[in-house]
């Protein structure tokens, strides 16, 4: 299959326009041509994150940002709540107790999000607890927790964090960290930015400033107050990933240039229309009361394995989707909507899934999922232009 079409909720399709940028020679990390492009990327996320703050590049995956998420603002044994309703609820999980932190879990079913009041519950009934670690988009169920209401419950309490992983969330619906008071956002290249894997972000509030004093846990590559030092001068402590922050330049002006408003309203346009392709397919959503606008999970009807639709899309279409894990591997497919994705690749998206769920069965009623699709698109334009 010569052509492809990248559905899966990370890496996301990265514009031509953007790799070519990326194709020129590579610059030296010590120049002033380097510091004159990081210091636009630092403009161009405080824009992303909605902040004032000083916006941090690393080079990693989002999982470093996470890391340093937990070892630059917690001390050893410190106490903090973490939402579990996914396998990225269930890293932060994994990240306190590799730092000697005490996790206090707050289990979500998958395919649900997590209860405000049970996490305002948990800090009135252990004042020990300093943060709360929790995703905006819990990337392999498709669920979005609600940040604002979590933050409208930790803004009250001085000596309480807000930690928000927004890796599937910042750029894909609106999350603006000042506003609502986030303590530490931090997100990933490879989702709605549009870039190849590689790239971190962290931003962090003025009440985690003294968190960051006092943190003891051990770090070295991603020690912040290290890296912000640096970073104010437009350089980075370790070498960066210079090809990638020169992508990270195009994308930003892409989103800047199209506004953070109109992002937000196309990526839930194309959100709306893949669930009513779904839905209309016979299908049901994994997260149908509070779905994220990143993804949409899809369940298999029942008898058959979604691995086995994975396969027919990916070898007959060149269509990649992403599947379920854990408890959920085989019963569900998650189709991306984020990024660069646009109507065409949407509708593809529908059109090649039915095409495999009746090659394995299930009877899909001939076109119902794509007239669901562009009925949709088209009641969607028409709200769109008069607003």
């Known amino acids: ?38 210091g636009q990327c630092r403009e161009g996320l405080r824009y992303l994150f909605q902040t004032r703050r000083d916006v941090l590049v690393l080079a990693s995956s989002g999982t470093g940002a996470m890391e340093a998420a937990v070892t630059n603002f917690l001390r050893r044994g410190d106490k903090a709540l973490y939402v579990n309703g996914g ?6 999980g994994k990240i306190l107790t590799a730092y000697g932190c005490q996790g206090v879990e707050v289990p979500v079913a998958w395919g649900q999000a997590v209860d405000p009041e049970e996490v305002r519950r948990a800090l009135d009934a252990d004042p020990g607890i300093r943060a709360v670690y929790v995703q905006a988009t819990e990337t392999s169920t498709a669920v979005r927790h609600p940040v604002g209401a979590l933050a409208a419950i930790t803004r009250e309490r001085a000596d309480v964090l807000l930690v928000v992983d927004g890796i599937t969330a910042v750029g894909v619906f609106d999350l603006p960290m000042d506003a609502l008071g986030i303590d530490v956002l931090l997100t990933a290249s490879q989702k ?12 962090w509030s003025e009440k985690a400033e003294g968190f960051l004093e006092a943190a003891d846990l051990p770090r070295f590559y991603f020690d912040l107050a290290t890296e912000r030092e640096k970073q104010a001068d437009n350089q980075t402590a370790w070498t960066p990933a210079v ?8 994308v930003l002006g892409r989103i800047r240039e199209e506004t953070l408003a109109g992002v937000f ?7 709306g229309a893949t669930r009513a392709g779904v839905l209309a397919l016979g299908l049901r959503l ?3 009361d509070h779905p994220s606008d990143a993804c949409t999970a899809a369940c298999m009807p029942d008898g058959i394995d979604g691995r086995e639709v994975m396969k027919i899309l990916r070898e007959r279409f060149g269509v990649i989707v992403a599947g379920g894990q854990d408890q959920a591997q ?23 899934l039915e095409y495999a769920l009746r090659k394995v069965g299930h009877p899909a009623r001939l076109g119902s999922g794509v007239r669901a699709v562009l009925e949709f698109l088209g009641a ?8």
């Open 87 to 92: 396998k990225f609820g269930e890293r932060w």
């Open 192 to 203: 709605a930015l549009m870039l190849p894997p590689g790239l971190a972000f962290i931003a």
């Open 243 to 250: 090809t990638l922050i020169v992508g990270l330049r195009d």
């Open 330 to 352: 085989g019963k569900i497919l998650r189709i991306a909507h984020m990024g660069t994705v646009d109507d065409i690749q949407v509708i593809t998206a529908i059109t090649t």
């Open 286 to 288: 994994f997260a149908p």
């Open 1 to 38: 299959m010569d052509k492809t079409y990248l559905l899966t909720p990370g890496p996301t399709p990265v514009p031509p326009e953007t790799l070519l940028e990326m194709a020129r020679p590579v610059i030296h990390h010590r120049e002033n041509e380097f510091r004159t492009l990081l």
């Open 380 to 387: 969607s334009s028409a709200r769109f232009i008069v607003e």
């Open 265 to 271: 309203r196309r990526t839930a346009k194309l959100a």
